[in-house]
């Protein structure tokens, strides 16, 4: 059984950081695309960044471009997505996805490639 979980949201000012992380059980993410999503209240869940089954190709959403780092630890089976300048509108629940298709790219389109989904966590950036 393939399990998801995400940690490290919280409460940050503006400005601030946090780190992500997405640890996996019944699976090696090692050999599967990652990505993030999140959801806002009252708006569509929105994929932010994923990185890619082979080559570990990056892809971001303009608004996370320069901000945010998606990276993964092969030793401890984890994905990691790091967070700078943090904003009020990056207010939501994010989500840790993977999807089993072995491809040197990754998708930030095509939410149904994404086979197996964390439980969200919530991150909160205060004014």
């Known amino acids: 059984q393939v399990q998801l979980v995400e940690s490290g949201g919280g409460l940050v000012q503006a400005g601030g950081s946090l780190r992500l992380s997405c640890t996996a059980s019944?699976?090696?993410?090692?050999?599967?695309?990652v990505g993030w999503f999140r959801q806002a209240p009252g708006k569509e869940r929105e994929a932010i960044s994923c990185v890619s089954a082979r080559d570990d190709n990056t892809d971001y959403r303009d608004s996370v471009k320069g901000r945010f780092t998606i990276s993964r630890d092969k030793a401890n089976n984890m994905v990691y997505l790091q967070m700078g300048r943090l904003m009020p509108e990056d207010t939501a629940v994010y989500f840790c996805t993977a999807d089993p298709a072995y491809f040197s790219y990754c998708s930030l389109n095509y939410e149904s490639m994404y086979e197996y989904w964390g439980q969200g966590i919530q991150v909160t950036v205060s004014t």
């Open positions: 019944g699976v090696s993410l090692n050999h599967y695309s």
